[in-house]
């Protein structure tokens, strides 16, 4: 049950606004007409603010409103609705709009027209998703394969014919299964060499890490997976479904010969790991943004630093450690910084990578450091002599 | 000058919205007050459609407005629109429409709502941009590096702290500095070896096949960028300048030991060299969707089949021929089905490319075929056995 916006704007000469006989009279008036050449009746309600603007608002028996708002300053915007049945076309046309655009610029003068794509609203598939710098993206879903609700959040796999099967934990964008650029860049791209190594995978609920370093003859991969409200099972059972082009086979069993999957709270069992002086070659901290391993605490803010001070102490000398995190708000700077003031020295290298389905590039860091978008790092020898943290 | 428009959206369960002593009245009357609490005046304007559906029209004397749409089928939405000084932030903020929305929620007993970020309007640098497929995707610009207005079209590179350096022509996004994924793409990904090999590029006004391909010992290279009304030319000039990260400083000089640069029509270029029986080792169609040769004629349509005509008489025996093209609208569909129908077999090889700035998926070619959207392939010798076209 879609409604359905139409947002149209017009850069206008301020002079076309101004009151005056030859002024905005006649340009709301001939504005009017070519509203009410779409069906829509009005202005059924008209407003003349302080500084001159106006507000007039149309509407038309059948449902479809619209309002046009008059900026003196320069700018004209049009807001068309109308409601379309669920897989329906809209009444009024693209095609239709794209006249009534042009109408509109002669009537206004106006050189400068935007016309964005409508606005769907109450599809049972909404295709908006919005990124972590606050950018609005639209997808091309086409069916909901899986939907539940935990009791601590939303969890979704929607199909899109351009990425595949795509996750959503909160609408938020995990992964799709177009997106193995991901899990290269989580594993260093390449330049690895995983063969008869220990791994330890913080999060990675979608497999694909795992997958990926089983190809690889490792010596032993431990994922750790956060079992709070038993959500990130959920998340592996339903990835062991309909994310098979990301994790293909590695959760049909969650142990075999060099590799568990233990869904458990990362900080007690890193803790135990630390004094039991078990160590790894890699450690890859695949959990969201912020890490969730408890109920939400004053302490929260400072989860983040807690993971990657566990996970450089049960890092092998020279050693190597992955995050991601987005490339948003100062973040990456932000890392940086207290990658830099670390007490334990950590060389860092970051690299910026497209993950198709994500629609944001993403920094991914190699050669010691920490998280929350995307760092690789090298736990340093502590006999090394120190140096500074160096970017590719 | 921009306006700031909040879209706010409610599942809703019919019942609430039912026209009763405890149902639509109440529901309406307290949706109002909600509405009022940002500051806003009204309903000053309220209309109730022949299925019970309602309208609601608000507004403020500083210029802000909000129109509440209820529809009975259970969807309400609400609109609001408010004045923001360029650079500066809205009054009405997001953390206070969260709890708007919250309050919504309450008010409806809904328990699926979305609000989409602020849809920025009359921005002086406008962040949207509509993909091939109707998308709407939001950019992170932050400047104008360079716009000028051809006869034919406008031309605008702007900047975004992502992508780098990003060409629009008529507002349609052709390639960012970020982009070297797309030039990989059209040159074979790596498993060409081009030393002492003979290359045409088509178009390509962006430099940065030219530059790729003059890195790696070509014999010689010939671009033949459009001259329609000297558009490419300042294509050309403005990459020179402004894309560096395309281009480098392939167009430097437009002639060089092992290349030449003309800016010319292909059609009648691409005639004279099959008259001449000039051949090229490979042909780079780096044309837009449609290319233009010539003022648009009835025949428009036919002009890339010409082109891949023309172009496939111009291949060496075995060459290879890239492509490339939008993945929408059966577009791929329809250029299998035409390459399967040529009159010359070719074998030809799609591969699915994410470019970073194109928030869309694009398939490229190999292994002889055409064009529109990414298309590679490989003419078969003609004393070859035919096989069927095959896919990787």
Same mark, same amino acid.
């Given at each position: 049950? !879609?409604?359905?916006?139409?947002?149209?704007?017009?850069?206008?000469?301020?002079?076309?606004? =101004?009151? *005056? =006989?030859?002024?905005?009279?006649?340009?709301?008036?001939?504005?009017?007409?070519?509203?009410?050449?779409?069906? %829509?009746?009005?202005?059924?309600?008209?407003?003349?603010?302080?500084?001159?603007?106006?507000?007039?608002?149309?509407?038309?028996?059948?449902?479809?409103?619209? #309002? $046009?708002?008059?900026?003196? +300053?320069? /700018?004209?915007?049009?807001?068309?609705?109308?409601?379309?049945? =669920?897989?329906?076309?809209?009444?009024?046309?693209?095609?239709?709009?794209?006249?009534?655009?042009?109408?509109?610029?002669?009537?206004? *003068?106006?050189?400068?027209?935007?016309?964005?794509?409508?606005?769907?609203?109450?599809?049972?598939?909404? !295709?908006?998703?919005?990124?972590?710098?606050?950018?609005?993206?639209?997808?091309?879903?086409?069916?909901?394969?899986?939907?539940?609700?935990?009791?601590? +959040?939303?969890?979704? &796999?929607?199909?899109?014919?351009?990425?595949?099967?795509? /996750?959503?934990?909160?609408?938020?964008?995990?992964?799709?299964?177009?997106?193995?650029?991901?899990?290269?860049?989580?594993?260093?791209?390449?330049?690895?060499?995983?063969?008869?190594?220990?791994?330890? &995978?913080?999060?990675?609920?979608?497999?694909?890490? /795992?997958?990926?370093?089983?190809?690889?003859?490792?010596?032993?991969?431990?994922?750790?997976? &956060?079992?709070?409200?038993?959500?990130?099972?959920?998340?592996?059972?339903?990835?062991?479904?309909?994310?098979?082009?990301?994790?293909?086979?590695?959760?049909?069993?969650?142990?075999?010969?060099?590799? %568990?999957?233990?869904?458990?709270?990362?900080?007690?069992?890193?803790?135990?790991?630390?004094?039991?002086?078990?160590?790894?070659?890699?450690?890859?901290?695949? $959990?969201?943004?912020? !890490?969730?391993? +408890?109920?939400?605490?004053? @302490?929260?803010?400072?989860?983040?630093?807690?993971?990657? @001070? $566990?996970?450089?102490?049960? $890092?092998?000398?020279?050693?190597?450690?992955?995050?991601?995190?987005?490339? #948003?708000?100062?973040?990456?700077?932000?890392?940086?910084?207290? %990658?830099?003031?670390?007490?334990?020295?950590?060389?860092?290298?970051?690299?910026?990578?497209?993950?198709?389905?994500?629609?944001?590039?993403?920094?991914?860091?190699?050669?010691?450091?920490?998280? /929350?978008?995307?760092?690789?790092? =090298?736990?340093?020898? !502590?006999?090394?002599?120190?140096?500074?943290?160096?970017?590719?």
């Amino acid at each position: 049950m !879609p409604a359905y916006n139409l947002l149209l704007d017009f850069h206008v000469p301020p002079t076309i606004l =101004e009151t *005056s =006989e030859n002024g905005k009279v006649t340009s709301n008036q001939e504005m009017h007409n070519v509203v009410r050449s779409l069906g %829509l009746q009005g202005p059924t309600s008209a407003v003349t603010f302080q500084d001159g603007g106006t507000l007039a608002v149309f509407h038309n028996e059948d449902g479809s409103h619209a #309002t $046009l708002r008059v900026y003196p +300053q320069g /700018l004209v915007t049009l807001d068309l609705q109308q409601w379309v049945e =669920e897989g329906g076309e809209p009444k009024i046309t693209g095609e239709v709009l794209s006249d009534v655009e042009q109408k509109f610029k002669r009537v206004l *003068s106006s050189k400068k027209s935007k016309r964005l794509p409508f606005i769907k609203r109450g599809l049972r598939l909404d !295709p908006y998703i919005t990124t972590t710098s606050e950018h609005i993206v639209e997808y091309d879903f086409d069916r909901v394969v899986y939907e539940e609700n935990s009791p601590y +959040q939303n969890i979704k &796999i929607l199909h899109s014919p351009q990425y595949g099967n795509l /996750l959503l934990l909160d609408d938020d964008q995990n992964l799709a299964e177009s997106d193995v650029a991901y899990t290269y860049a989580m594993t260093g791209n390449g330049r690895e060499d995983f063969t008869n190594k220990d791994v330890l &995978i913080l999060g990675g609920g979608d497999g694909g890490i /795992l997958y990926h370093l089983l190809q690889q003859n490792p010596k032993f991969v431990t994922m750790l997976e &956060i079992s709070f409200y038993n959500m990130y099972q959920m998340v592996i059972d339903a990835a062991t479904k309909y994310l098979r082009g990301i994790c293909h086979d590695c959760f049909d069993s969650l142990s075999g010969d060099n590799y %568990l999957v233990r869904v458990e709270d990362c900080v007690p069992v890193l803790e135990q790991y630390a004094r039991d002086g078990k160590t790894f070659d890699y450690v890859i901290n695949d $959990l969201t943004d912020i !890490p969730i391993a +408890q109920e939400p605490t004053e @302490d929260e803010c400072d989860l983040p630093d807690k993971i990657l @001070d $566990l996970s450089l102490k049960v $890092l092998k000398n020279k050693g190597k450690y992955w995050t991601h995190g987005a490339n #948003t708000n100062n973040v990456p700077q932000k890392f940086e910084e207290h %990658l830099k003031n670390l007490l334990q020295p950590v060389d860092f290298l970051k690299e910026v990578i497209a993950i198709p389905s994500y629609h944001e590039l993403y920094p991914f860091y190699v050669d010691e450091g920490a998280f /929350l978008w995307a760092l690789c790092c =090298e736990s340093r020898d !502590p006999q090394d002599t120190a140096v500074s943290s160096s970017y590719k």
